[in-house]
């Protein structure tokens, strides 16, 4: 009975000295993380405000002469 107890105590200490062993050879990376996983997270930065335009008309026409003026660009260059 004595023999089942010393090798269940042997294997949980070889698993926690294996365990340490690891802790303390990478404790960099471990150290890292545990603040990751369990640290508080940075705040998020605000998000700034979307400008909506009210003008959809003038933006639509100057969008659509400005096509047309490098449309027409295009073809004088073809041209020439």
């Keep these: 009975m004595w023999v089942t107890f010393l090798n269940w105590f042997l294997g949980i200490f070889c698993i926690i000295l294996w365990v340490m062993t690891f802790a303390l050879y990478e404790k960099d990376k471990v150290i890292a993380w ?4 369990f640290g508080r997270d940075d705040p998020m930065p605000p998000t ?4 909506v335009d009210t003008n959809i008309e003038k933006s639509i026409s100057i969008q659509d002469s400005s096509s047309q003026e490098l449309i027409s660009r295009k073809n004088q260059d073809t041209l020439e």
């Design 34 to 37: 545990i603040d990751n996983k």
């Design 48 to 51: 700034p405000p979307v400008a």
